[in-house]
């Protein structure tokens, strides 16, 4: 089993339309959760970032954190056809001296005028 | 302030041969991480450097595959005696201490093994 879960997609979406994006995890020791976008060969920019269970804004994207559930999902409202990438959740402890990322595997996003 | 650079963007290697990826972390960070992607697949990650130090390298497979990041200039993936298998997207990313999770990517290196 993947330590990091997430649909690759694709997911088409009309403009205007809310996405919901989402990833699932096993590892308890998770503390801190990330959003990275990926236009196609590009490297990932970091759209958002947190680490308390709830809700977090920037903007149109809305990051949401589920411990109990080991459950975490990211947000687009008002979709725009730049926001058509692949979207890859990531995922770090915070024991010893451990401060390399977990992936998920991306999911692609369409948006489509 | 310049983002985290890459060099070259692109690399054609043939089998056997030596291939070198440069990145050179933003201004101000002293950490960097390396990961790898492979076609349809996430970033896994390879090691994590510190000047002069390797802090985790358990992202590395044992043979053929090394990295440093020396006291000056940019930190070097070196691998040696490439196969078609290290065909791939190579990310560098840096940090400014080891405590923050905001890492930042460069644009990658896009390893072709012939």
């Known amino acids: 089993q993947k330590e990091v879960e997430q649909d690759p997609g694709p997911l088409s979406v009309p403009e205007g339309a809310i996405v919901s994006l989402n990833c699932t995890y096993s590892n308890s020791a998770f503390q801190y959760f990330m959003w990275y976008r990926q236009y196609s060969r590009k490297g990932p920019e970091l759209l958002m970032y947190?680490?308390?269970?709830g809700n977090k804004e920037d903007g149109r994207f809305t990051a949401q954190v589920d411990k109990s559930s080991k459950y975490i999902s990211l947000f687009i409202r008002d979709s725009q056809p730049s926001d058509s990438a692949t979207y890859l959740c990531?995922?770090?402890?915070?024991?010893?001296?451990?401060?390399?990322?977990?992936f998920g595997t991306g999911t692609r996003l369409q948006v489509t005028l | 302030n310049a983002g985290v650079m890459q060099n070259p963007r692109h690399l054609v290697r043939r089998r056997g041969q030596e291939a070198r990826l440069r990145c050179s972390p933003m201004?101000?960070?002293?950490?960097v991480y390396w990961y790898r992607q492979l076609p349809e697949e996430g970033l896994k990650f390879m090691v994590y450097l510190q000047k002069e130090n390797i802090i985790d390298e358990s992202g590395m497979p044992k043979e053929r595959f090394s990295a440093e990041f020396p006291k000056e200039g940019p930190s070097i993936l070196r691998i040696q005696q490439v196969v078609r298998g290290d065909s791939a997207a190579y990310f560098c990313?840096?940090?400014?201490?080891?405590?923050?999770?905001?890492?930042?990517f460069g644009p990658g290196t896009r390893l072709t093994v012939t």
């Open positions: 990531a995922m770090r402890d915070y024991t010893g001296t451990a401060s390399k990322l977990t």
């Open positions: 947190t680490y308390s269970s």
């Open positions: 201004k101000g960070h002293s950490h």
């Open positions: 990313a840096s940090s400014p201490a080891r405590s923050s999770y905001e890492q930042y």
